[in-house]
């Protein structure tokens, strides 16, 4: 087995590919050895310029028609998809009393139904081949909770559940298929400019290592899930959050 971690020679699919932390973790691939990874976002044209090996792909996580379109384009284009990384996320945050019917929709229907799509639809390929790596974007607070955030961390948990689950279900008859969730903390990117300076401060203050996460952090964990280096490892939450106590 390679001892450096790398993703050498393996098709990644990467949802919300085109900023922040997805952004990254195409990036981290594309250097690492990947074969080509598919960069999936609603809007592509950050991607412009990017390296030759990534293939940016307008994909809604919500179009379950689509996804099944791009799923078997891949397929074949590359026989196989080796790594899926479910990154692609929304918030609309607000108390609870202050939640409408349609912000929970949208959120739920992205954050939780959209990782529930993808992986049905790339999930079976994976345990046909008999390998396979899923990294499932979820959040400290889908872990702890945190005030404003009911709809958003439902379906960060609900996506620990769903991580579980498939780690188990995705592994019977003795298929190599990996199921594992990254718990991020509070990390600089687009998602984050929204939250007040005032409580991005406090978030701070409660971390052990004194700082926001940046989204190299993240697509650090990523890689070492996506590589063999994690061969033996399914089904965990992984917090990269600089030991943030909420
Ligand atoms: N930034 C943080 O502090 C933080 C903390 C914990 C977890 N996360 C999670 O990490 C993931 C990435 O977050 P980020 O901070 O990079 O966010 P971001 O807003 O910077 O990027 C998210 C990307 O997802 C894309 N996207 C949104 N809806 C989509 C859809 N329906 N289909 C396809 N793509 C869609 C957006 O276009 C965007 O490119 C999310 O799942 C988020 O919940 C972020």
Do not use: H
């Amino acid at each position: 087995m390679e001892r450096i971690m790398n993703v050498n020679g393996k098709v990644c699919v990467v949802t919300g590919g085109a900023r922040g932390i997805g952004r990254e973790i195409v990036d981290r691939f594309a250097a690492g050895g990947a074969k080509k990874v598919y960069a999936c976002d609603v809007n592509i044209e950050a991607l412009e310029g990017c390296a030759e090996n990534v293939a940016p792909y307008v994909l809604n996580v919500t179009d379950v028609a689509a996804i099944a379109k791009f799923t078997d384009d891949v397929l074949a284009a590359d026989g196989a998809i080796d790594v899926l990384v479910n990154n692609a996320g929304i918030t609309r945050d607000g108390l609870l009393q202050n939640t409408s019917d349609e912000e929970w929709n949208l959120v739920v229907g992205i954050n939780l139904k959209g990782v529930f799509n993808v992986t049905r639809a790339i999930a079976p390929g994976m345990v046909n081949a008999g390998s396979g790596s899923i990294i499932n974007m979820a959040s400290v607070v889908g872990v702890d909770g945190n005030i404003g955030q009911t709809n958003y961390s439902a379906t960060k948990a609900g996506v620990i559940g769903m991580t579980k689950t498939w780690s188990k279900e995705f592994a019977r008859k003795g298929a190599q298929v990996r199921v594992n969730a990254l718990a991020p903390g509070f990390i600089a990117t687009p998602m984050t400019e929204k939250v007040p300076q005032k409580v991005l401060d406090i978030m701070v203050g409660n971390t052990v290592l004194g700082r926001m996460g940046t989204p190299e952090d993240i697509a650090n964990a990523a890689m070492f899930f996506a590589s063999d280096m994690s061969s033996f490892i399914t089904g965990q939450v992984l917090k990269v959050d600089g030991g943030l106590k909420l």
